[in-house]
Nanobody
Framework: QVQLVESGGGLVQAGGSLRLSCAAS????????MGWFRQAPGKEREFVAA????????FYSDSVKGRFTISRDNAKNTVTLQMNSLKPEDTAVYYC??????????????????WGQGTQVTVSS
């Protein structure tokens, strides 16, 4: 099991930027695909971005492609989500997640087995 703690959320104006970080514990981190999801009030949790264990491949939802960048540092056990050109519709609680198995593939919510507590991102218009 991977323990995850997010940080970096906050309030920002539309067009601004925020950087979310996820600190992971456990030696399996370096073998796990990592992802970011978000959940707005009254909506289901949705996929935002993911990065494979090596960092060689990234995936993005259409709604954030070109604005958000996911990266990881396996030496520091961290995953980062750089969010630029933020929009009010990006407002949500953002969650860091780790795949259930080593070297797993896919970005469906069901394949992620470890979750952080979430960090609030609010974008004002």
């Amino acid at each position: 099991q991977v323990q995850l703690v997010e940080s970096g959320g906050g309030l920002v104006q539309a067009g601004g930027s925020l950087r979310l970080s996820c600190a992971a514990s456990g030696r399996t981190f370096i073998r796990r695909t990592m992802g970011w999801f978000r959940q707005a009030p009254g909506k289901e949790r949705e996929f935002v971005a993911a990065i494979t264990w090596s960092g060689g491949t990234t995936f993005y939802s259409d709604s954030v492609k070109g604005r958000f960048t996911i990266s990881r540092d396996n030496a520091k056990n961290t995953v980062t989500l750089q969010m630029n050109s933020l929009k009010p519709e990006d407002t949500a609680v953002y969650y860091c997640a780790a795949h259930r198995i080593d070297y797993g593939s896919g970005v469906d919510r069901s394949v992620f087995g470890s979750w952080g507590q979430g960090t609030q991102v609010t974008v004002s218009s």
